[in-house]
């Protein structure tokens, strides 16, 4: 068994102002640690977030940059949205 499973696979995930820290920092780790390329949206691109407990989370894109009908399509295998 592989212990990057998700090697070559694209993960899109949102962030925001006052976003849920440990349901955005524990699902993106544990996808990077298995392998997968992790792509952090937020309403800005290389901005950073605060989080309700302070952790900081700097976003890769900006949610208006990406076509959301992709999402369906093999350019994303995954798409994770934290709630508040």
Same mark, same amino acid.
């Given at each position: 068994?592989?212990?990057?499973?998700?090697?070559?696979?694209?993960?899109?995930?949102?962030?925001?102002?006052?976003?849920?820290?440990?349901?955005?920092?524990?699902?993106?780790? %544990?996808?990077?640690? !298995?392998?997968?390329?992790?792509?952090? &949206?937020?309403? #800005?691109? +290389?901005?950073?977030?605060?989080?309700?407990?302070?952790?900081?989370? %700097?976003?890769?894109? !900006?949610?208006?940059?990406?076509?959301? &009908?992709?999402? #369906?399509? +093999?350019?994303?295998?995954?798409?994770?949205?934290?709630?508040?």
């Amino acid at each position: 068994m592989s212990d990057t499973p998700l090697t070559g696979q694209r993960i899109l995930m949102f962030v925001g102002d006052i976003y849920e820290d440990l349901e955005l920092w524990y699902p993106r780790l %544990r996808l990077i640690e !298995a392998g997968a390329e992790v792509v952090v &949206a937020g309403p #800005a691109a +290389d901005t950073e977030y605060a989080g309700k407990n302070g952790y900081p989370c %700097r976003s890769t894109a !900006a949610i208006g940059d990406i076509d959301l &009908a992709e999402i #369906a399509t +093999d350019r994303w295998s995954g798409l994770v949205v934290p709630g508040g």
